[in-house]
């Protein structure tokens, strides 16, 4: 397999801002001059998007739909059960977009 692809943080600023724009994924892959999947994989990993299944449980957002699991957090290895798909804490998930509010909101 390739090496990991490195994003810098203005890779990472140009998806966040590209999402909230619903910017095709091949666009991102384009500006970014890397393939689709590779896109999708840094969204996911850096919990700004969900993929497959994902989107349809969260729309559902009942506790009884909802599945959980104590993966551990990408970025404060905290394991308190989450919904499954998230890979960062809702702390953490919190603070990234207070973060990415504070960068957006001009
Ligand atoms: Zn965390």
């Known amino acids: ?5 490195k994003v810098t ?6 998806l966040a801002k590209a999402l909230k724009q619903n910017k095709p994924y091949t666009e991102m ?3 970014l001059g890397i393939c689709v999947d590779t896109v ?8 700004l998007a969900e993929f497959d299944g994902a989107k349809y449980v ?8 909802m599945k959980m699991w104590e993966r551990p ?10 919904p499954k798909w998230q890979y960062i804490c ?16 001009f």
């Open 58 to 65: 969260v729309a559902l957002s009942s506790d009884k739909h």
């Open 40 to 47: 999708k994989r840094i969204l996911h990993r850096e919990g």
């Open 90 to 105: 809702t702390k953490c998930k919190e603070k990234f977009s207070k973060e990415s509010e504070s960068i957006w909101d």
């Open 1 to 5: 397999m390739g090496k990991p692809v």
């Open 9 to 14: 943080k203005g890779d990472l600023e140009y």
């Open 29 to 31: 892959a384009r500006h």
């Open 73 to 82: 957090c990408m970025k404060c290895k905290c394991t308190k059960p989450r």
